[in-house]
Every structure is written in C-alpha cells, then in structure tokens.
C-alpha cells in the first residue's frame, strides 16, 4: 500500500476552494486506498483530510509531538497517533514512515516541512517524490521565489525542478510515480569549483 503524507494548514484558509482541495485530495486517497501520514491535528485543513478519510474506513497515522498533544489539538479518533518529543524527530518519523509527500495549503508549519523533505532530497538522504497541490495558484508567489533564487544562482535547476506542481491531485500524484532523484555528483564538483576548489 502507498503511504503519502500530506504537510497543509492548522487553518481553514479564507477561501472555501481550500477546503475543497482538502476534500479532493482525501477522496483520491479513498479511492486510491492510499494510507494517509500528517501532523495528527484535528484543525485546519488537516481536520478535513483525516475526517474524510476516517468516514471511509481508511487509514490514518498522524505524528505530533508530546507539546501539541498537551494543546489538546491531536486528533482522537485517527488510527493511531504517534507521539513523539521533538518537531525535528516528527519531521524525521514522516520521513521514514512515507513513499511521497504533498504540501497544500498552509502556513510556516507547512513551509518548514517542505522545505525539510526538499532538502533531504537534495542530499540525498532520500529519495521520494515531494509535490505541491498548487490549488488556486496558492504557492505561486513561492514557485516565483524559487526562480528567482536559481537565476540568483543559490538553487540549481534541476533540484527546483524537481519540485513536482499542480493544482490537481490526479495530474500531481502522476508525476509523483515517475520521480527520479537528482545525481548529486556533478552538483558537488561544481559547487566546490565555484569555491575555488580544483
Ligand atoms: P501551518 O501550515 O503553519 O498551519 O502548520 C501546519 C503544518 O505544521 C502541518 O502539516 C503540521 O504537521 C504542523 N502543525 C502546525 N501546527 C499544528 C497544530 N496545531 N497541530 C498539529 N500540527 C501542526
């Protein structure tokens, strides 16, 4: 069985087309029978993703560290809640428990944690497909950054182009199954030439 897990909002968002993407997304997963991992909260668009899920019978795996637990955000009625100390070692426990990760909509959390997996990537300290459900061009401003900052020469193209994009879930996850890593030996000849290195 696939496992995604999806990073998205503790928030609901201003527009009702979020928390629609939120309702596509989770009826791909049902109708895909793919297991869900995400942050454990029962707000935001996050409540509307494991609800959906859970009203089908479908597996959820949420992973929230011990301070959010004691906020009384987890959600209780999830398939199992993994509880662990730290934001970094949640980060790491969706690393290691995932086959793929999709950002939707969100706030800094959400940005943290896609930009953890896109530098694991990078390193390679894994090799697993990351997307972004662009719904109603949300992340353009981000996607228009990340240009900016491969012509200013701190991003290679390759790595931002690997960054997977749309605004629909179908076309998303098909990209997501034809995923392939980025070599990292030329990008280290080339970044320790650029440091003066022979
Ligand atoms: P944000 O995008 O800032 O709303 O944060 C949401 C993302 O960060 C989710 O993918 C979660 O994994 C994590 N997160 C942030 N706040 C919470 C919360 N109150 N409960 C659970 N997870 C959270």
């Known amino acids: 069985m696939t496992t995604i897990c999806i990073f998205c909002g503790s928030s609901m968002g201003t527009h009702p087309v979020y928390q629609k993407a939120a309702k ?8 895909h029978n793919i ?16 609800d959906t899920l859970l009203e089908n019978n479908k597996e959820v795996i949420g992973i929230m560290p011990g301070l959010l637990v004691d906020k009384e955000v987890a959600h209780e009625g999830i398939t199992r809640l993994i509880q662990v100390d730290s934001m970094a070692q949640r980060k790491e426990k969706m690393v290691e428990m995932s086959d793929g990760f999709i950002a939707l909509p969100g706030g800094f959390g959400t940005f943290d944690e896609l930009s953890e997996v896109l530098i694991y990537n990078q390193l390679r300290i894994m090799d697993k497909p990351v ?3 662009n719904t109603d061009g949300y992340f353009n401003a981000m996607l228009d950054f990340f240009d900016h900052s491969v012509r200013e020469g701190f991003v290679r193209a390759e790595h931002r182009d690997n960054l997977l994009v749309s605004e629909n879930i179908e076309e998303l996850f098909r990209m997501m199954q034809k995923y392939n ?7 280290l000849e080339d970044i320790k030439t650029e440091a003066g290195e022979k």
Do not use: E
Request: proline residues 3%.
């Open 131 to 133: 997307g972004i459900l």
């Open 35 to 50: 297991r869900l991992v995400y942050g454990g909260a029962r707000v935001g668009l996050m409540k509307i993703l494991a």
């Open 181 to 187: 890593p980025v070599s990292m030996g030329k990008w």
């Open 24 to 31: 596509a997304v989770a009826d791909f997963f049902v109708k």
